[in-house]
């Protein structure tokens, strides 16, 4: 089994700067990649973005140049940098961990709301 728990999400003003952190823990041998995705009211799971292992990362159009994701193979933690938010970014923040072998796992997610 693997867990994986989100934290950093919180109430913050347009403009502002969140950082959120995924922690995989269990029995993991491989992670190939690490992704966050969001869901906010009445729309879909999007993804925001993604890393592999080798460092090579992805980002949705919307977040392009406000977002930054950095992982710490080491210890199976990923991280999302969050700049210049906006209320359209509100929405509950969801870690999926993907393994070399085995099916993606995902996280309970952690809330974000950018709101003045």
């Known amino acids: 089994q693997v867990q994986v728990v989100e934290s950093g999400g919180g109430l913050v003003q347009p403009g502002g700067s969140l950082r959120l952190s995924c922690a995989a823990s269990g029995s993991i041998f491989s992670i190939y990649a690490m992704g966050w995705y969001r869901q906010a009211p009445g729309k879909q799971r999007e993804l925001v973005a993604d890393i592999t292992s080798g460092g090579s990362t992805n980002y949705a159009a919307s977040v392009k140049g406000r977002f930054t994701i950095s992982r710490d193979n080491a210890n199976n933690t990923a991280y999302l940098q969050m700049n210049s938010l906006k209320p359209e970014d509100t929405a509950v923040y969801y870690c999926?961990?993907?393994?070399?072998?085995?099916?993606?796992?995902w996280g309970k997610g952690t809330l974000v709301t950018v709101s003045s």
């Open positions: 999926n961990v993907d393994l070399v072998k085995g099916p993606p796992y």
